[in-house]
């Protein structure tokens, strides 16, 4: 899908068929054309291990399920913002 359409934020379940989200993460973080768009895990596990691998993986933020609405709506808008004096990008 990213190839496709080059989304401004990834929200991932950390547990995905096929690929879980870790191994997503690292793919989307290796790659020169996507490593600046932000990830967000999303897990009913928050074990120290999960957080850890999240980390690992480079996602720019861990959140527990089940998600409250309001909680992610600022998450993402704290992510999206541009850096402490900088203007964002018209499009």
Do not use: W
């Amino acid at each position: 899908m990213a190839k496709k359409v080059t989304p401004g934020i990834v929200i991932l379940d950390t547990e995905l068929p096929n690929l879980d989200g870790f191994q997503v993460c690292r793919l989307l973080k290796g790659d020169d054309r996507y490593q600046h768009i932000p990830i967000v895990f999303v897990s009913s596990n928050d074990s120290q291990d999960f957080v850890v691998k999240s980390e690992r993986a480079l996602c720019d933020l861990f959140l527990r399920k089940p998600i409250v609405a309001d909680q992610l709506t600022q998450e993402i808008i704290t992510l999206l913002a541009p850096p402490a004096g900088e203007e964002a990008a018209i499009a």
